[in-house]
């Protein structure tokens, strides 16, 4: 039984996602359809990889993700299949595929072949397509020609001797402020030293929680979340909006 997850940026409220879950399972009938997101802000790639690159490691070889999160159109537009941690990601050729595996060996990447009425729905005409014949058993050399996809900034923070640079880089369904800072490199740099996490001149956190109970109710705190990255948040409350936190707002650490 195929595993398909759909992460897109087409909401819940039209018929475009029951339409990409009709073509899967016209084709694949016994196809176990899993949707990550429908609610990732419009164009909002590094959003989506934010979010894919979370829990992506949770799903089992052989899965095929279908991102379909479009960056402005270019003229010249491209859509990739990429082989990678013994699963499959097909998405436009954005950069997205390179914030999401930014540590992973990648196996094979090819361009898909399109025409210009593709482009319309891409998610319909080009992305199912590739996903069935994966599922399938074609291999990715069987859909396109060999390629790289294009490379973006990486998503993680700025590290200098003392100090780690990082921003926050989503807002969760409970208001949670997401930074780019991992525990891993939080503790690689930091070699256990004393420590200021500044959101802003004035404010600061001199320790860490290990879970929202910690703090009483209404008192804000940060800690690692599950993912393993830094957070921002207050107890039973919605943290960037209390704390006026937005994304892209710079998160400085101070070792001393």
């Known amino acids: 039984m195929p595993v398909i997850t759909l992460l897109t940026d087409l909401g819940n409220k039209d018929f475009y996602v029951p339409m990409l879950k009709g073509q899967i399972l016209g084709a694949l009938p016994n196809a176990n359809i899993i949707d990550i997101s429908h609610a990732i802000e419009p164009f909002n790639i590094a959003e989506a990889a934010f979010i894919l690159k979370g829990c992506y490691k949770a799903f ?28 499959y990601f097909i998405t436009h050729d954005s950069g997205l595929v390179s914030l999401v595996l930014e540590e992973e060996a990648v196996q094979a990447v090819v361009s898909l072949p399109f025409s210009v009425e593709d482009m319309v729905f891409p998610s319909s005409k080009i992305f199912v397509p590739a996903a069935v014949q994966i599922a399938e058993g074609k291999t990715l050399q069987n859909l396109g020609t060999a390629a790289r996809f294009v490379r973006k900034a990486s998503l993680r923070p700025v590290v200098e001797e003392s100090i780690i640079r990082a921003s926050v880089v989503y807002i ?11 525990k891993n490199d939080f503790d690689l740099y930091g070699m256990g030293r004393k420590f200021r996490i500044y959101i802003s001149r004035r404010e600061y956190f001199d320790e860490i929680n290990k879970f929202y109970g910690e703090v009483p109710e209404g008192e804000k705190l940060c800690l690692f979340a599950s993912n393993g990255f830094l957070e921002i948040a207050i107890n039973k409350g919605n943290g960037s909006g209390l704390l006026g936190i937005k994304i892209g707002k710079p998160v400085l650490v101070e070792f001393f």
């Open 172 to 182: 969760d369904n409970f208001g949670n402020a997401v930074t780019n800072l991992h």
């Open 60 to 87: 089992p070889p052989g899965t095929i993700h279908i991102v379909a999160v479009d960056s402005e159109q270019e003229r010249e537009p491209a859509c990739v299949a990429v082989q990678a941690a013994d699963q």
